[in-house]
């Protein structure tokens, strides 16, 4: 049983090492960039369905 999670560690360590393609600090940067903006975007349209949302039941609930 060691002998097996031995290899295992090993062998996950030999791929993040060898294997995987990490980003540079510059795409780390732009990608997060880039998440951060699409993040404010989905957050301003979901703020303005909400107030939206919220008129409009505030009217229909003033009329009956």
């Given at each position: 049983?060691?002998?097996?999670?031995?290899?295992?560690?090993?062998?996950?360590?030999?791929?993040?090492?060898?294997?995987?393609?990490?980003?540079?600090?510059a795409?780390?940067?732009?990608?997060?960039?880039?998440?951060?903006?699409?993040?404010?975007?989905?957050?301003?349209?979901?703020?303005?369905?909400?107030?939206?949302?919220?008129?409009?039941?505030?009217?229909?609930?003033?009329?009956?």
């Open positions: 049983m060691s002998n097996k999670v031995t290899n295992y560690l090993q062998d996950t360590y030999n791929e993040l090492v060898y294997k995987v393609s990490w980003p540079s600090w795409d780390l940067q732009s990608s997060s960039i880039v998440v951060m903006i699409a993040s404010l975007i989905i957050a301003l349209v979901v703020f303005a369905m909400d107030i939206s949302f919220q008129n409009l039941f505030q009217f229909l609930y003033k009329i009956f």
